[in-house]
């Protein structure tokens, strides 16, 4: 962490009752009690009117003022351009030449100009937070807000040491941002001294959907032996992930942002992802050289090291496809650390499908080659050619905690170009252990730590019947229990009438259901379905019906998966509930 500013002498941090208040002040800077400058006359004359050693717009109270709003960000003096060479792009441009004048922001006053937005490689807006500890108090600015130019205003770019900043977005209510707060203050001690300044915020106190304050705010950091500012607010909801970004699973939120410049440079949501947080506050760090004008935007590629294995790619996303494009196909290869991008937590070890139809069914098996120390773990994804990003994830394949190898059978919802993410299971071990008690020491992942070998299948799966045909006599509901092995997926078979089938998880804690009716005779799918059926009491259910237009005497197969699985000591179990549904009226 930098070094402290002073405190302005208006705020008194009351240790006893744990609350910050807020005193009036005769001037907007500390230790001056005459008027500030505040007029336009007084903020454009290039003088220090009220001696507080800062002149025009680099005076906190001119800064407030539309005539300090320049592009150039420079006072009447010149001085806000020369000082400390903000104007001219100072700092590394954190595109890994060491250039500083081909990313330096154009300045407005004391922060970056607008456009400002809320994706990847867009300016954050200058948001501000109320100080919860002594430490958010050091960083904020004259009026006891910390605002983001307050934190701007210590980056490299305007003389200081920051060069990211890592938000911590945390709630009282939830059990995981209580185990990650701890490891927060890990991450600030490995990387305070390498410019990355951790800021730890509670949006949430112990009850759910009521706002934290300060006094619970300050508690909560001492509690977690927080060394880095607290403070209390909340990020607009365009500044989280979206449901369609891997990661979206409420708190806590991370935000990584290049102090440099202000730029979102990524970001996710939920519990059981910390260890990648070093690597790309590594890249941070060191400068991403995939990150830098003209667009700002990431690229993905999957390449880490083309030359091991059998798995011949690079691809990066839109690119023609290299590999398991025509099936069967056996692969070898290393899986490298996992990076952020935009909420994506991805393996840089990806393997590029090609297109798939609608229908077509495939088989994935991932084994781990030798003792080494890893979970064969892997998702399906869609790929996006037009942004350059994985976007609106498939399924997240099954994970055996301590496993040798892991399989899944997938059903093709829609056509698309496809990937599958290879990862250490390790990575989501929280996820698989659960929130009630600590998940074991051998069980946490890597820390970025060695590559690790792989072996892929990748078929054909061809999809059949599980189960003798599905008669529904009488008006009570057709109850079919199953339950799922390593990665099945199970298909019964309808009298092809109008039907409406509910998916219902035995156990909460190990199974997402996922519905699917697929027609046989043409191979395609009819409708899907993953929390459509979810209740209070059952929040992890599916529901499908059978569209009105459907032919009402065509076999119609129930496909029963999974978006997601836990399993935690026996395979997770399920109840399909089928019904009568009574054709539309002619």
């Known amino acids: 962490m930098v070094g402290p500013r002073a405190i302005r002498l208006g705020f008194v941090l009351v240790a006893a009752g744990g609350v910050v208040t807020a005193g009036a002040c005769g001037d907007d800077t500390p230790g001056t009690t005459g008027p500030g400058e505040h007029t336009p006359a007084e903020c454009s004359n290039g003088l220090d009117d009220d001696g507080d050693g800062a002149t025009d717009c680099l005076d906190y109270g001119c800064i407030l003022l539309a005539i300090c709003d320049r592009r150039d960000g420079g006072s009447d003096d010149g001085s806000a351009d020369g000082e400390d060479g903000a104007g001219d792009g100072g700092g590394d441009g954190g595109d890994g030449d060491g250039s500083a004048e081909d990313v330096g922001p154009d300045l407005c006053g004391d922060y970056v100009c607008p456009p400002y937005g809320s994706d990847v490689g867009e300016v954050l807006a200058d948001l501000r937070f109320t100080p919860a500890n002594f430490e958010a108090l050091a960083m904020a600015g004259d009026d006891g807000v910390l605002d983001l130019h307050d934190v701007f205003a210590q980056s490299q770019t305007r003389g200081g040491t920051l060069r990211g900043i890592l938000f911590f977005d945390a709630s009282g209510a939830c059990g995981r941002s209580s185990g990650q707060a701890e490891y927060m203050e890990r991450i600030n001690q490995e990387f305070r001294d390498d410019g990355i300044q951790v800021i730890g915020m509670l949006s949430v106190g112990d009850t759910p959907g009521v706002p934290a304050d300060v006094a619970y705010a300050m508690a909560y950091a001492t509690a977690h032996g927080w060394t880095f500012p607290a403070i209390v607010g909340d990020f607009p909801t365009e500044y989280w992930p979206g449901p369609d970004i891997v990661g979206h699973s409420g708190f806590p939120l991370i935000l990584l942002v290049d102090a440099l410049n202000m730029r979102l440079y990524g970001r996710y949501s939920g519990a059981g992802r910390l260890s990648l ?259 209070e009491e059952k929040p992890n259910s599916a529901r499908v019906s059978l569209p009105p237009a459907y032919p009402d005497a065509r076999l119609v197969w129930i496909v029963a998966g999974y978006d997601r699985a836990w399993l935690r000591g026996s395979d997770p179990g399920y109840d399909l509930v089928i019904e009568w549904e009574p054709p539309p009226p002619p």
């Open 277 to 535: 947080l070093r690597q790309t506050l590594e890249l941070l760090v060191e400068g991403d050289p995939d990150w830098g004008p003209p667009d700002w935007t990431r690229r993905v590629d999957f390449d880490c090291n083309p030359a091991v294995g059998t798995e011949t790619e690079p691809n990066s996303v839109g690119e023609a496809p290299e590999n398991a494009t025509a099936l069967p196909q056996i692969m070898s290869g290393v899986s490298c650390p996992a990076v952020i991008e935009d909420g994506v937590i991805m393996d840089a070890e990806a393997i590029d499908l090609g297109m798939l139809s609608a229908g077509q069914a495939i088989d994935v098996q991932m084994t781990r080659v030798g003792v080494n120390d890893v979970y064969p773990f892997f998702y399906l994804a869609r790929g996006d050619p037009r942004s350059g990003l994985i976007r609106d994830p498939t399924w997240w394949a099954p994970g055996i905690m301590a496993g040798v190898s892991a399989g899944r059978q997938y059903i093709i919802e829609q056509s698309a170009q496809y990937f599958l993410i290879l990862a250490d299971g390790r990575a989501v071990a929280e996820d698989f252990m659960g929130e009630s008690g600590p998940v074991a020491d051998q069980h946490h992942c890597c820390e970025g730590g060695a590559d690790y070998w792989w072996e892929l299948g990748v078929d054909r799966f061809p999809l059949a019947r599980t189960e003798d045909v599905v008669e529904l006599t009488g008006s009570p509901p057709t109850h079919v229990r199953g339950t799922f092995d390593e990665g099945d997926l199970d298909v019964y078979v309808t009298d092809g009438h109008w039907i409406s089938v509910a998916m219902v998880e035995d156990d909460p804690e190990k199974l997402d259901p996922y519905l699917l009716l697929y027609d046989p005779l043409t191979g395609t799918v009819i409708t899907s379905d993953d929390d459509g059926g979810a209740t």
